[in-house]
């Protein structure tokens, strides 16, 4: 017999939860909306190859609100937000001093090669060199960060 105690389980969701896991998530009528809104090229974007493409991210992010600090800040509400702004996560200096407050040009340049956008950052990823791939990426972001249209 099994017996799982209270605190473990809560734990455990807590954890899955943080960890950018999927929920009920929007209904297709509204994500075609959601989609339709964003300005182009992401407008057009494949939103499933998008989420694909997040897998390479989420071992280190999240993008619910109020998302756990992993190796990397949560990216809720990131765009907009100046770069290296986000309170209690340790950013290399070199992200410190870009000046940069995320867009959808920014975080292409940033997904593209990171390193080569801010040298000597800390994030390790090596980036997504497809365009097409980015630009899905982006606007699954944007969809699921709470990017508003303006």
Same mark, same amino acid.
């Given at each position: 017999?099994?017996?799982?105690?209270?605190?473990?389980?809560?734990?455990? +969701?807590?954890?899955? %939860?943080? +960890?950018?896991? &999927?929920?009920?998530?929007? !209904?297709?009528?509204?994500?075609?909306? *959601?989609? %339709?809104?964003?300005?182009?090229?992401? $407008? /057009? =974007?494949?939103? !499933? $190859?998008?989420?694909?493409?997040?897998?390479? +991210?989420?071992?280190?992010?999240?993008?619910?609100?109020?998302? /756990?600090?992993? @190796?990397?800040?949560?990216?809720?509400?990131?765009?907009? *937000?100046?770069? %290296?702004?986000?309170?209690?996560? &340790?950013?290399?200096? !070199?992200? &410190?001093?870009?000046?940069?407050?995320?867009?959808?040009?920014?975080?292409? %340049?940033? #997904? =593209?090669?990171?390193?080569?956008? =801010?040298?000597? @950052?800390?994030?390790?990823?090596?980036? #997504?060199?497809?365009?097409?791939?980015?630009?899905?990426?982006?606007?699954?972001?944007?969809? $699921?960060?709470?990017?508003?249209?303006?």
């Amino acid at each position: 017999m099994c017996v799982f105690r209270l605190p473990v389980v809560v734990t455990t +969701c807590a954890v899955l %939860a943080a +960890c950018g896991g &999927k929920g009920e998530g929007p !209904a297709p009528e509204e994500l075609t909306a *959601r989609l %339709a809104s964003l300005p182009a090229p992401y $407008n /057009a =974007a494949d939103l !499933a $190859n998008g989420e694909k493409k997040w897998l390479q +991210c989420k071992s280190c992010h999240t993008l619910v609100e109020g998302g /756990a600090i992993l @190796t990397g800040p949560p990216l809720h509400g990131v765009f907009g *937000r100046p770069a %290296a702004t986000l309170p209690d996560f &340790k950013y290399s200096e !070199a992200l &410190k001093v870009k000046g940069v407050t995320w867009d959808a040009a920014a975080m292409d %340049a940033w #997904i =593209a090669d990171p390193r080569a956008y =801010a040298p000597g @950052t800390k994030m390790s990823f090596v980036g #997504i060199q497809d365009a097409k791939e980015r630009t899905d990426l982006i606007a699954y972001l944007m969809i $699921n960060t709470g990017y508003t249209p303006q």
